[in-house]
């Protein structure tokens, strides 16, 4: 499957009774992740040579496979340069859903700012794809207890669900006493839909991909993953971005220790690992595990210090 083939490529469900996890894809590529901002500034990102194409051919592939739907969060930057590969992920029957415009974090943002980012971006999401775009996710999951005003932007300008909370700690993002699983605030009522996390013996365990699912031995991912389904009886939802499955992608000088080793730790072995947890686990769009419309999803009150 190439890129510029427009032909329908939809697949379906597998129909086994088991608990049904949401797969998620963030469309960025190495040169914007946060973490590499202090050495590539937003204005030299078309200097960069671009691999998001080839990457995003094989995950399609590889979903094709195993017949199973996924949620692309996608950025606008995305959306204007490559709007023929954004055609064909919605194409093949996968939800798109929005990433911002430009990858900037939630928390370096004031309320005017985000709200004209997120309602850009799903606009240029809609006219590109032809889905209506119901959903959005924070670059690095940079909404909590501080800026939860962001949820309100985004309700106002027509998102119906959010994937931006991360109920541990960490030093760039987290809310740890946010629920663990789908839940609404009030008074807006968004669905919120954090990224997966395991209890193990008191502990707080993130098993929904990204830089964690490359440093835990596949083995414990789908312990955590298994124990999610079957002892919380939770759907998992779980995410990566096609530049950790590109081990050949270009190294970027003069980067901190911590933040090297967060970024390419086991890029070889990631697309093997996927492969894996494609076949162990039942897999489909955020949007049809979760309809965003179903009533039981827990309300709790908003926290009062957060802005407001």
Aim: net charge neutral.
């Amino acid at each position: 499957m190439e890129i510029g083939d427009h032909s329908p490529c939809k697949t379906t469900v597998k129909p086994e009774p088991s608990v049904v996890n949401a797969m998620s894809v963030d469309v960025e590529d190495y040169f914007q992740v946060s973490a590499f901002r202090d050495q590539i500034a937003q204005d030299q990102w078309d200097e960069w040579p671009c691999r998001i194409e080839r990457n995003i051919d094989r995950i399609l592939n590889q979903f094709s496979d195993k017949k199973i739907n996924a949620t692309f969060f996608v950025l606008g930057w995305m959306a204007q340069r490559y709007p023929s590969m954004i055609r064909l992920i919605a194409d093949c029957g996968h939800e798109i859903a929005s990433h911002g415009m430009m990858h900037e974090r939630a928390t370096e943002q004031l309320p005017n700012g985000f709200l004209r980012d997120v309602r850009d971006a799903r606009r240029l999401l809609q006219d590109t794809s032809g889905q209506s775009v119901n959903g959005y996710r924070a670059p690095s999951y940079s909404i909590g207890r501080n800026n939860l005003w962001a949820l309100d932007c985004l309700q106002e300008v027509g998102y119906r669900y959010s994937s931006s909370i991360y109920p541990v700690r960490h030093d760039h993002y987290g809310m740890p006493e946010a629920p663990r699983f789908a839940f609404r605030f009030e008074p807006n009522g968004i669905l919120e839909l954090p990224i997966t996390t395991c209890r193990i013996a008191g502990f707080q365990i993130p098993c929904g991909g990204g830089g964690f699912f490359r440093l835990y031995p596949y083995s414990l991912s789908r312990r955590a993953i298994h124990r999610v389904n079957r002892i919380d009886h939770q759907s998992a939802i779980f995410y990566f971005h096609p530049w950790e499955i590109d081990a050949g992608q270009p190294r970027i000088a003069g980067v901190k220790f911590k933040t090297r080793f967060r970024h390419y730790l086991n890029l070889s072995r990631m697309e093997t690992r996927l492969q894996k947890l494609l076949k162990d686990f039942q897999w489909d769009r955020i949007d049809r595990v979760f309809p965003i419309d179903r009533v039981a999803f827990e309300m709790i009150p908003k926290p009062l210090d957060n802005g407001d």
